[in-house]
């Protein structure tokens, strides 16, 4: 079946599959299947609905709306929501089925919906078991940690997003197990490795790019097990050494002159068509031991499933946005895990929920419907407490009028979203200007640069291009971006970091340093183009018309090995 997207107007297909998929994770109310109609979005427009309600990197300061106290939070200010503190929301001394409410049939249930959210307060972030991290969003289990996002069980970090088991790591994206690395995209298992992606392994190596099992070297591209090579040139030890003393990495002008040295190097390597390691019938990008998988990116441990992005394990999920480990039967949901089991059209609810639908925030709940804030709860609906039978008769009616509405199987709009689009993480993988944004209805929010306590500022270009020159009064100074005009600071452990590392310091704002750094893995869209050896016809995420050589994997590892 084919089907011409209501925001984008692109066609794409529903497959006999998808049809049998959506019959099975429909909810079965007093004996009848309230079947999930297939989609009116195509699978990027629902990918970027979803994410358009996770900010993952914009924090503030408000006061709580339980206490008072000055905290930190994803929310704003100006945002028309109850925030309390985390440690205070997960108290027992408020009640969320206070917020009760019934819901109109004759009114949009998806705007109803959506003022509950408004009404329960919720926590400022999304974390939890946190030591000296005051600034991270959705991070568990992190210590001395700041501005850190979806990174978990980390230690003295900073400037990260989705690291896990890492310490001593800064301005990475993506990648487990790095201890005192920098400016790395995709990397797993490294130490001291510096200005690299896609490797794996790897110590003592700066500028980088799909080396595995490599220690010592420098400005390399696709090499596997090597040691002491420059230039993907082999030397010897002494020769290596004596080399490298000419590259003064902690000056600012080589660092952009590897970059572009390290630009042309890669463009004489041979690309694999997706980036992933033992999968089996997978179509996507950047999938690790993942088997029947369509469409998915940047997942790990799933199992049939189709259009998701971010998850840790699952099974038989569909367009579900973060998390897992695991989640099974859910669909179109984001931020769901720790054994979600049949979540339809949720966010951020977890642990062991099932049989959820179009529910916020719900921890440990069973069998309810639109309800925000709950704990341990079963047959709610609206906050408000029912038995079976009249749960399942109210929930029938309930999507009844959701059909009638044409809300039925649809995911939370975008204008039900607490953030603007450009505070959202569809703002990352999906970004448009602020006049686009504005032209669809959706909320703008110019960004916030407040810097005190400052003795003087300087332009990012005025910086000393050597570290050596570079006093301990920056601290005290504010930085202006020299792309985006942006003022940021330069804080002590990251002062000592640059020093202890021989890396210069920094002179792009932080969150401009975070878009250069999505902006090297490729779109989450897959292309038909063949291979550029033998011809075969793949699926890759680098179109035709790109200048790479693209391989399929087996003509990539006759390549490389």
């Not at 002062?495 to 792009?508: A, E, G, K, N, W």
Request: hydrophobic content about 30%.
């Amino acid at each position: 079946m084919q089907k011409t997207c209501a925001q984008c107007l692109a066609s794409f297909e529903i497959t006999e599959d998808d049809l049998a998929f959506y019959d099975k994770a429909s909810p079965v109310l007093q004996g009848k299947t309230h079947t999930v109609p297939p989609p009116k979005l195509c699978p990027a427009c629902r990918a970027q609905r979803r994410q358009s309600h996770f900010n993952y990197e914009f924090l503030y300061r408000r006061n709580s709306d339980k206490t008072g106290k000055s905290i930190v939070s994803s929310l704003s200010a100006e945002k028309p929501y109850t925030v309390y503190e985390q440690s205070e929301w997960w108290k027992d001394d408020w009640d969320p089925m206070e917020y009760g409410r019934e819901f109109a049939e004759n009114t949009s249930i998806l705007n109803q919906i959506a003022g509950l959210q408004q009404d329960v307060p919720t926590m400022s972030l999304v974390t939890d078991c946190n030591e000296n991290s005051e600034y991270v969003q959705y991070s568990g289990w992190d210590k001395n940690c700041y501005l850190c996002f979806c990174t978990d069980y980390s230690e003295d970090c900073m400037y990260t997003h989705s690291i896990y088991y890492s310490k001593n790591t800064l301005d990475c994206f993506m990648g487990n197990t790095l201890e005192l690395c920098y400016e790395c995209v995709y990397c797993n298992e490294c130490y001291r490795v510096f200005h690299a992606q896609n490797c794996h392994n790897c110590s003592e190596c700066r500028f980088v790019l799909d080396c595995q099992n490599c220690t010592d070297c420098f400005g390399c591209v696709g090499l596997r097990n090597k040691q002491y090579c420059m230039f993907n040139e082999q030397l010897e030890k002494q020769e290596y050494r004596k080399r490298l003393k000419e590259y003064k990495t902690a000056h600012h002008s080589v660092r952009t002159t590897m970059e572009s040295a390290l630009g042309t190097l890669k463009d004489t390597h041979a690309c694999k068509a997706t980036i992933g390691l033992h999968n089996e019938d997978c179509t996507g990008d950047y999938l690790f031991h993942c088997k029947d998988c369509t469409e998915c990116y940047d997942c790990s441990e799933l199992r049939d499933s189709k259009y998701c992005n971010s998850m840790r394990g699952g099974n038989d999920c569909y367009d579900i946005s973060h998390w897992g480990h695991p989640a099974e039967l859910c669909l179109e949901c984001g931020g769901v895990g720790e054994g979600a089991n049949k979540l339809l059209f949720c966010n951020c609810c977890w642990p062991n929920c099932s049989d959820l639908l179009y529910c916020s925030f719900c921890i440990s709940c069973r069998n309810c419907f639109g309800c925000v804030g709950l704990r341990n709860k079963q047959y709610c609906i609206g906050n408000k407490q029912y038995d079976k039978e009249t749960y399942d008769a109210l929930a029938s009616t309930i999507i009844t009028a959701m059909v009638q509405q044409g809300e039925w199987g649809e995911y939370f709009p975008v204008t039900a979203s607490p953030y603007a689009y450009n505070e959202s993480v569809a703002q990352k993988y999906y970004p448009l200007s602020k006049e686009e944004i504005l032209k669809r209805g959706w909320s703008w929010k110019e960004p916030e640069d407040n810097i005190p306590d400052v003795t003087k500022t300087i332009a990012g270009s005025m910086v000393p291009d050597a570290l050596e020159d570079i006093p301990d009064d920056i601290l005290n100074w504010a930085v202006v971006c020299e792309v985006t005009r942006r003022p940021f600071k330069i804080l002590k452990q990251e002062l000592q970091f640059y020093r202890d590392m021989q890396l210069p310091v920094p002179r792009i704002h932080p969150d401009e340093r975070v878009r250069i750094r999505m902006m090297k893995r490729n779109p989450r869209k897959l292309f038909e183009r063949t291979c550029d050896t033998c011809d075969r016809e793949l699926q890759s995420t680098y179109a035709p018309g790109r200048p790479e050589t693209v391989f399929c994997e087996e003509c990539y590892l006759a390549e490389v090995y």
